[in-house]
Nanobody
Framework: QVQLVESGGELVQTGGSLTLSCTAS????????MAWFRQAPGKGREFAAA????????YYSDSVKDRFAISRDNAKNTVYLQMNSLKPDDTAVYYC????????????????WGQGTQVTVSS
């Protein structure tokens, strides 16, 4: 089992920046590919970004590419999502996920999920 705990979500103004963190416990963190998904009210879970186990390969959805940056620190068992130039459309609950398939945008490919952290971008 892997336990994931997200933090860092808050209310921010349009154009602002925010960094989310997700800390893992349980099994070896570096064995897992990590991802961030988000879910806006009334919508399905949407892939945002993923990072491979080594941290060298990163994947982004078109909607966040060039604005968000995913990274990980295997020594700290933590994955980060740096979000810049935030827009109201970025408002959602953000979830981190752990799985064995690198870079997948399919939520079903991930085995472990955190409880989510709310990000609200005001216009």
């Amino acid at each position: 089992q892997v336990q994931l705990v997200e933090s860092g979500g808050e209310l921010v103004q349009t154009g602002g920046s925010l960094t989310l963190s997700c800390t893992a416990s349980g099994r070896t963190f570096s064995n897992y590919n990590m991802a961030w998904f988000r879910q806006a009210p009334g919508k399905g879970r949407e892939f945002a970004a993923a990072v491979a186990r080594s941290g060298r390969t990163r994947y982004y959805s078109d909607s966040v590419k060039d604005r968000f940056a995913i990274s990980r620190d295997n020594a700290k068992n933590t994955v980060y999502l740096q979000m810049n130039s935030l827009k109201p459309d970025d408002t959602a609950v953000y979830y981190c996920a752990a799985g064995f398939q690198a870079g997948s945008g399919d939520p079903d490919k991930y085995d472990y999920w955190g409880q989510g952290t709310q990000v609200t971008v005001s216009s």
